[in-house]
């Protein structure tokens, strides 16, 4: 049970009703984030800009995401990332050597290795030493590296909200949710 009650969507107002009327499935993350009322909408926005619009590719996107929450505890980030890295060509072999903390596993190319080596470090030390952040460079671009650190943390702060408020995990939504943020302007 969580340590606070759950937003009910159809008790609230303006854009945060407007928001959630939107919403396939009202996911109770969203409904514990409705706390923040000044708060959620530019979250939702920054969380859809991560999943839809960063240059960063989903496959490597999604690596990171279920890395930050297999690091930090967020099981319910985990549950509903675990479907959407699937359908967006993460293979089950990588989750579970996700699960695993083996991110120098066969099942990962040269580029992911660093990139999960690279998000180890951003989620664990802040701090990333030049041996890891190099390689990084040779595979990925400014704005991937950057994408990478937004994408990690936002996560993370999901994870703690999660887990702090010990939200209810909600059955996986998976891709019913991720496509709906698709076509949204961020």
Not at 89 to 118: H, K, M, P, S
């Amino acid at each position: 049970m969580a340590r606070l009650p759950l937003i009910d969507p159809e008790q609230t107002a303006g854009d945060i009703r407007t928001s959630f009327d939107r919403m396939p499935v009202k996911l109770n993350i969203f409904r514990m984030m409705a706390h923040a009322e000044a708060n959620m909408i530019p979250a939702m926005r920054l969380g859809n800009s991560i999943l839809h619009r960063q240059k960063l590719s989903a496959v490597n996107r999604e690596l990171l995401i279920l890395q930050a929450a297999h690091l930090e505890g967020g099981a319910y980030e985990w549950r509903q990332h675990v479907p959407i890295a699937l359908g967006v060509g993460v293979t089950q072999a990588q989750i579970d050597a996700l699960a695993q903390n083996n991110y120098e596993d066969g099942a990962f190319n040269a580029a992911e290795r660093a990139l999960l080596r690279f998000g180890r470090e951003v989620i664990e030390n802040v701090r990333v030493p030049a041996g890891i952040f190099a390689p990084v460079r040779d595979h990925f671009s400014d704005q991937e590296i950057v994408e990478s650190i937004v994408a990690i943390g936002f996560y993370m702060m999901m994870a703690r909200l999660t887990e702090a408020t010990e939200t209810d995990l909600d059955p996986s939504a998976g891709m019913a949710v991720f496509n709906v943020g698709k076509g949204r302007p961020t």
